[in-house]
Structures are given as C-alpha cells and as structure tokens.
C-alpha cells in the first residue's frame, strides 16, 4: 500500500532523508557570477584539461564526483548508487564518468530538470529504505550544448533575445539516511506538459507551464501554499519564463510574487554577463543547488524552499521536423537544519 503518497503526484517521506554533502564544479562565465563565491571548483579552461568539450563535460563530472567523496571523507566505493544524466546524446556525460568504477549507476535524462529528477529519486530510494546512500548528479557545456543542438559556435549566428546561456557546470549531492544537514520532506513528480511552443530558442515559454503545473500539484497534493515557503525555486526558466509563471499563477488566483526564485536567473549578472534571458542547462539549477540554495538551507538563512527543476524535452530531430516543445517539472521540498 502507498502510505506515503499524497494526492495525484506527491509523496512525503516519514523518516526525511537528508543531504549531508555537495559538491559543484564551475566554468569561467559562471565563476565570473554572483554565486562564484559557492562553488567548489572553478575553472578557466572550457576543456577541463581535454580534447573536447564532450570529454570536457564528463571531466566536470568526475570533478564534482571526487570532491564529493573528498567532502563526506568516503571512498567512491562507499557510494550505494549514483542517479545522473546530462543532456549529450545517450547521456555520454554521465556514462563515460561512470564506467569501470564499479559503482551502481542509473542513467536519466530529464534535460534541465535532471537535478530535481535525480535528487527525487535518491530521497526516494533511500527514505524507502532501498540504499543508505545515493548521489544525486549531472552536468551541462555550453560549447557542447550549442554543437548538438543549435548552432556550431564559430558560425557565429545570431542570438535572439528569448535564448539562454547554457552554464557550464556540474553538481553532485549526497543524500544519506542519518546525518547533519538540509533535509528532504516531500517531492511532486511531474507531468509531461506541451502548449505548442515550437522555438527552441525560448525554451522558458515551453517550461513555464509545466513548473506552474508541478507547483500547484504540490500546493494540491500536500495541503500546503506560497507563504509555507521562504523560497520557490525554479530551474531554469529564465528572465521570460519566469514572467511567464508568475503570470500563469495569476491567472489562476495564485500569488508567488516575493517566492519566486529562478536559477537561470540567479547564477549571471544579467546587467554585466550578456546571457540575454538568463541561464539553462543541466548545470544551471545543478550548481545553484549545490552551491547557493544547500549553503543557504544549512546555515539556516533559509528555512524551507520548493526546489523546481524545469525541462524542455526536445531533440535536434523533433526541432528539425517543427515538432513542439514538450516540458517537464519536478519539486523537492527540502528544509534546513542538522
């Protein structure tokens, strides 16, 4: 029997697994930021050391993975299982950085929400009892991203005011069942929601409907409302999309307005970076996450925030044949204190 199921999508855990350790890893725009100061790793070399920005990305993993293991003082063979994935074709990413370690590794790809995907699935693994640990991780390159599926970079084509920057970064969590640390209460699964947006390059229009259907399920499934949170955080809608949600809850009665927070919208200076609509990627929500919003919850400047992954679930083929833009959303509930 589901005991711990609330409403259609929701779920609360009885006994709130916690996030005791976090890593992220940063690329030079991003550590050019105003989050710069969280992040554990920065870097200035787009390559991460290697020939391409592909094996680039899956450095950035293996980065954000050891440091992980360096912060919780455990081997990377103490680790129960690993959920990741990025948004490379096949997840190569998340693979690549995973082969011959030996350790239990579910792939997933969730494009931009795969950090709230994988978080969700680690509490529930381990606040159902199935692991004592696992990692919640994944990754994004802005040079790999616009090679699969834009542009390559020396075409040197017009940016339109809708699109975002995708942030080069990876972040990794640990999610155990005893510990100090923010803790995971309940999560909203999401459903795949498509209005007919067909431009790839205004990705937050495609999203934002489905991060407004994701946060009133949750108010919906748990009982709960706007003012219960000190922060509402989506990842990534961007400048636009985040207008565009806030104007959706309007509509609908409901007021985030002094709630809302937006990744894409956090990680650059709009006013000094040129990113046009703000941030997105895998890394975006992933190392705001593991760097800003944990530190914030632990220190306990934030209380309670409603993490919210947004995904534009679109492929170069479906992009090609003007096929619209399904999105997708996941919430996390996560609290703070030890």
């Known amino acids: 029997?589901?005991?711990?199921?609330?409403?259609?999508?929701?779920?609360?855990?009885?006994?709130?697994?916690?996030?005791?350790?976090?890593?992220?890893?940063?690329?030079?725009?991003?550590s050019?930021?105003?989050?710069?100061?969280?992040?554990?790793?920065?870097?200035?070399?787009?390559?991460?050391?290697?020939?391409?920005?592909?094996?680039?990305?899956?450095?950035?993993?293996?980065?954000?993975?050891t440091k992980l293991a360096e912060k919780a003082r455990m081997n990377l063979e103490s680790f129960n299982l690993v959920f990741s994935g990025d948004l490379l074709n096949q997840c190569i990413g998340s693979s690549f950085t995973l082969r011959n370690l030996g350790i239990p590794h579910l792939g997933l790809y969730g494009a931009c929400s795969t950090m709230a995907e994988s978080l969700l699935l680690a509490a529930m693994t381990v606040g159902g009892g199935f692991a004592d640990n696992a990692v919640a991780m994944t990754s994004s390159h802005f040079a790999s991203s616009e090679r699969q599926y834009r542009f390559p970079l020396g075409y040197g084509g017009q940016r339109t005011p809708t699109a975002q920057w995708t942030v080069t970064g990876s972040g990794a969590a640990l999610v155990q069942a005893e510990g100090k640390g923010p803790r995971i209460t309940s999560c909203t699964v999401g459903t795949v929601t498509d209005l007919g947006i067909k431009d790839a390059n205004n990705m937050g229009a495609a999203m934002a409907p489905a991060a407004y259907a994701t946060i009133k399920a949750?108010?919906?499934?748990?009982?709960?409302?706007?003012?219960?949170?000190?922060?509402?955080?989506?990842g990534d809608l961007g400048q636009l999309g985040k207008e565009m949600l806030l104007e959706l809850a309007k509509r609908d009665g409901v007021s985030l307005g002094g709630k809302l927070a937006d990744c894409g919208t956090l990680i650059f200076d709009n006013t000094k970076q040129d990113v046009h609509a703000g941030g997105s990627g895998c890394g975006c929500s992933a190392i705001t996450l593991c760097g800003y919003l944990l530190g914030q919850l632990n220190s306990g400047k934030l209380k309670r925030i409603l993490?919210?992954?947004?995904?534009?679930?679109?492929?170069?083929?479906?992009?090609?044949?003007?096929?619209?833009?399904?999105?997708?959303?996941?919430?996390?509930?996560?609290t703070g204190g030890n």
Request: charge should be neutral; include cysteine.
């Open 32 to 65: 050019e930021g105003p989050l710069a100061h969280t992040f554990d790793i920065k870097s200035q070399d787009t390559y991460f050391g290697q020939k391409t920005w592909e094996q680039g990305e899956k450095q950035m993993q293996k980065l954000a993975l």
């Open 218 to 234: 949750h108010f919906d499934d748990l009982k709960t409302a706007p003012e219960d949170y000190d922060l509402i955080v989506t």
């Open 307 to 334: 993490f919210c992954g947004t995904g534009a679930l679109l492929s170069p083929t479906s992009t090609q044949q003007g096929l619209p833009i399904p999105g997708i959303c996941h919430a996390v509930c996560i």
């Open 1 to 30: 029997m589901a005991n711990r199921k609330r409403g259609r999508q929701s779920f609360a855990l009885a006994e709130p697994p916690v996030i005791t350790h976090w890593a992220s890893v940063a690329g030079k725009k991003e």
